[in-house]
């Protein structure tokens, strides 16, 4: 029989590994814009990510965290099985999809995974609607926010250096996306590392680690921020591709307004405690400038096939995610 403490550290150490992916995972999305356009070399780009990545603690709350670990599925019900199962459907997602090159969301395939965990262990009574209700409805929201947003960005910029001379707007933009970039990789890191964080922290409340009162404990906090930085600084090449020029060519204006849109959007979301998809937002963005060129200077093929990744990402996980649980219950069984 596995000591409960060192089935704990395990369970941890996986979960930051889910983290580490979601980084690797999702480093496209903070990097796509400022490599498509040229202003910084990839190696070069994913420093600037990776440590903007780990910095957003110092600057948002933990909604997302608490909405994670307890808004989702009653953290009554959690257990090492349901959390195994929640980990292994969203890790085998993450790297399936990775491995073809497909930018689907890391968040919602954890959440996907404890959804079909959950309820494999305890059917429908321990879903939380009304946190899987706003999860789901940022499927929809997030993208089509970070589209209105960029859209109105590319206008207002647009407008703003009518009187400029080609070579000082790209001059200006060239530096303004430093900013932009840095922006939206902090609201990466803000957003997606605290589903993690929620994750450990409803573990470690089932193993009755935090006094009875759930909270997300400080070394939770930068584990979670560390690993993720740290999967952003090894970089999402195959992804890089697909989101920086096959949906459409950026120019390093339209690509300040992208990164700044999804930033906006991800801050919006992250102080309301919604877990959304950074990759469901700067998608979203990347198609909103590009249409303010011209409807026809958008890869429409390639950006519908992103869309059907993400509609099947949560049943996907989900199915996964029950899987692993009973895989954890029948070696409890067996080794138990």
Same mark, same amino acid.
């Given at each position: 029989m596995v000591d409960a403490g060192v089935l704990l550290i395990v369970l941890i150490a996986v979960a930051l590994a889910?983290? $580490?992916? !979601? /980084?690797?995972?999702?480093?496209? !999305?903070?990097?796509?814009?400022?490599?498509s356009?040229?202003?910084?070399?990839?190696?070069?780009?994913?420093?600037?990510?990776?440590?903007? !990545?780990?910095?957003a603690f110092l600057v948002f709350p933990l909604h997302v965290a608490s909405t994670v670990g307890k808004g989702i599925i009653d953290a009554q019900i959690?257990?090492?099985?349901?959390? $195994?199962?929640?980990? /292994?459907?969203?890790?085998?997602? !993450?790297?399936?999809?990775w491995l073809l090159g497909i930018p689907s969301s890391s968040s919602h395939a954890l959440i996907g995974g404890l959804l079909g965990a959950g309820m494999a262990k305890a059917g429908l009574d321990p879903v939380?609607?009304?946190?899987?209700?706003?999860?789901?409805?940022?499927?929809?929201?997030?993208?089509t926010l970070g589209f209105l947003l960029a859209l109105t960005l590319v206008l207002i910029v647009s407008w703003t250096f009518l009187r400029s001379t080609p070579a000082f707007a790209d001059s200006a933009f060239r530096k303004l996306q430093f900013v932009s970039a840095s922006?939206?990789?902090?609201?990466?890191? /803000?957003?997606?590392?605290?589903?993690?964080? /929620?994750?450990?922290?409803?573990?470690?409340?089932?193993?009755?680690?935090?006094?009875?009162? $759930?909270h997300v404990p400080f070394w939770v906090v930068i584990s979670c921020q560390a690993a993720m930085g740290l999967g952003t600084l090894m970089g999402g090449?195959?992804?890089?591709?697909?989101?920086?020029?096959?949906?459409?060519?950026?120019?390093?204006?339209?690509?300040?307004?992208?990164?700044?849109?999804g930033a906006l959007a991800l801050f919006f979301f992250t102080n309301l405690g919604i877990p959304v998809s950074t990759t469901h937002t700067i998608t979203g963005c990347i198609v909103g400038v590009g249409a303010a060129r011209r409807v026809s200077a958008v890869r429409w093929g390639v950006a519908g096939r992103i869309v059907w990744?993400?509609?099947?990402?949560?049943?996907?996980?989900?199915?996964?995610?029950?899987?692993f649980y009973f895989l954890a219950r029948l070696g409890d069984r067996l080794f138990g």
């Open positions: 889910f983290d $580490f992916l !979601n /980084g690797l995972h999702d480093a496209a !999305n903070s990097i796509a814009t400022i490599v356009t040229r202003v910084l070399p990839a190696n070069y780009a994913v420093m600037w990510a990776a440590f903007f !990545n780990f910095i959690i257990s090492d099985a349901v959390i $195994f199962g929640a980990l /292994g459907g969203a890790i085998t997602w !993450n790297v399936l999809t939380v609607w009304s946190g899987v209700i706003k999860t789901a409805a940022g499927i929809v929201i997030s993208p922006l939206f990789s902090l609201g990466h890191g /803000g957003n997606d590392a605290q589903k993690t964080m /929620g994750i450990i922290a409803v573990l470690l409340y089932s193993h009755g680690q935090l006094g009875g009162e $759930f090449w195959r992804i890089v591709h697909t989101m920086g020029s096959r949906i459409t060519r950026l120019s390093p204006q339209q690509g300040f307004c992208a990164e700044t849109g990744a993400w509609v099947i990402t949560l049943p996907a996980a989900a199915l996964m995610g029950a899987g």
